[in-house]
């Protein structure tokens, strides 16, 4: 069955570091997101693309990068981590734009 | 003011109970509506969708959507343990290809809901 994995589950990391987090979906859905969810805020788009070589800034993408390469991966990289970025991170694709997005199961990250 | 409101809850009901959740927004160039679910430590999986404004159920579910008073709505019938979750609305815009809202969702903060026996 096509999915949409995410790794690792689990990180910790020391402030400073470079991370990053991996997203892979063997749909062929062209549009891939990735959010940051954190209490009080739900889910907020950090980075999006529709396309191979196509990469977009969503709301809270300070400090945040990502790059297409391939239609299946959308790596999410932390320049350099702060304890600000300790959050759990989804990964989500769709086909269309007006489609349902179906979410990873999600990347849970602590700076220390 | 953020563009989509939803009531954090937590909101604790018995087995059967009639569950009401729900989402106002103030961007009117939205929509799509959806709901999604999310059980504790998963993603998010979609629950219903729908364009517009109307009404639209599915088994237990019903989704109600008023643009005019930018108010929508899960209703969930005979709610059972299993229902118990996380339940978060998103909505979008069609929007123009590259325009500022075209494809990206808008989520509200999530609903805690918890089902008793």
């Known amino acids: 069955d096509a999915e949409i994995t995410q790794s690792p589950r689990h990180k910790i990391t020391e402030t400073g570091r470079q991370v990053t987090l991996a997203c892979h979906q063997t749909w062929n859905h062209n549009n891939m997101f990735w959010y940051r969810q954190d209490l009080g805020h739900g889910l907020r788009l950090i980075h999006y693309s529709y396309g191979v070589q196509d990469t977009n800034k969503g709301e809270v993408s300070d400090g945040y990068s990502v790059s297409r390469s391939n239609t299946e991966d959308l790596p999410l990289t932390l320049e350099s981590a702060a304890s600000s970025q300790t959050s759990v991170y989804f990964c989500a694709s769709s086909r269309d734009i007006q489609e349902t997005q179906y979410f990873g199961p999600g990347t849970r990250l602590l700076v220390l | ?117």
């Not at chain 2, 364009?51 to 929508?72: H, L, M």
């Not at chain 2, 809202?101 to 008793?116: A, P, R």
């Open chain 2, 1 to 117: 003011q953020k563009e989509v409101e939803q009531d954090p809850g937590p909101l604790s009901v018995p087995e059967g109970a009639i569950v009401s959740l729900n989402c106002t927004y103030s961007n009117s160039a939205f929509q799509y509506f959806m709901w999604y679910r999310q059980y504790s430590r998963k993603g998010p999986e979609l629950l219903m969708y729908t364009y517009s404004s109307g009404n639209k159920e599915d088994g237990r579910f019903t989704a109600q959507v008023d643009k005019s008073s930018k108010y929508i709505s899960l209703f969930i019938r005979d709610s059972q343990p299993s229902d118990s979750a996380t339940y978060l609305c998103a909505m979008t815009s069609r929007g123009g290809a590259g325009g500022t809202s075209y494809g990206k969702l808008t989520f509200g903060q999530g609903t805690i809901l918890t089902v008793h026996p």
